[in-house]
């Protein structure tokens, strides 16, 4: 089964990266952000206290691709 898809009922998973995201490259940092972003939706719907820990890891792995997204554009 492909990892994007949830099992009815199950929450999708979040494979924690291997590196900082600083050291992520750009495929590996948008896999992380969509695999949070289910999960956050997910979760959303449960309430479960996990909630707040994804939110503050999403947060984080945006702002690192913000990071980026401003870089490249400086650089034009």
């Known amino acids: 089964m492909p990892p994007d898809i949830t099992t009815a009922g199950q929450p999708p998973a979040v ?3 291997g590196h900082r995201l600083s050291q ?14 289910r999960a ?7 309430q479960a206290p996990v909630l707040a820990f994804l939110r503050d890891r999403l947060a984080q792995a945006r702002a690192e691709h913000d990071d980026r997204r401003r870089i490249r ?4």
């Open 15 to 17: 494979e924690e990266p």
């Open 24 to 37: 992520l490259t750009t495929y590996e940092l948008d896999g992380y952000l969509r695999q949070l972003e």
């Open 40 to 46: 956050v939706a997910f979760f959303e719907r449960t």
């Open 73 to 76: 554009a400086a650089r034009r």
